[in-house]
């Protein structure tokens, strides 16, 4: 199992970015997916994941509606739309798969940690 983040980069504040994340090894459309972030020296935490179905999402609530993540399962591929960029959202993203969206809320994930991408949001 492969997972491998990209779309990262160096953005304004205010500016856009959208992060993709390509799943290989096995079918994870019978999975819930999330996205994480961590900053040097703090813990990974916690942004984003979606239901198996795509019907449900969930959002850390420091978010405040910027980020929005979507799946293409066809692609085997997670998606996570990030708007209104602020200084406080660089940091290390990561995705990794779970059984259900509350459980990668609390960080119960089924997958090795990938590379992650890193994105940079300027002042």
């Known amino acids: 199992v492969q997972l491998v983040e990209s779309g990262g980069g160096l953005v304004q504040t205010g500016g856009s970015l959208r992060l993709s994340c390509a799943a290989s090894g096995r079918t994870f459309s019978d999975l819930a997916m999330g996205w994480f972030r961590q900053v040097p020296g703090k813990e990974r935490e916690f942004v984003a994941a979606i239901s198996y179905t795509a019907r449900n999402t969930y959002y850390a609530d420091y978010l405040e509606g910027r980020f929005a993540i979507s799946r293409d399962d066809a692609e085997n591929t997670v998606y996570l739309q990030m708007n209104s960029l602020k200084p406080e959202d660089t940091a290390l993203y990561y995705c990794?798969?779970?059984?259900?969206?509350?459980?990668?809320?609390?960080?119960?994930?089924?997958?090795?940690w990938g590379q992650g991408t890193l994105v940079t949001v300027s002042s």
């Open positions: 990794n798969s779970g059984r259900t969206p509350k459980g990668l809320r609390i960080g119960r994930v089924l997958d090795a």
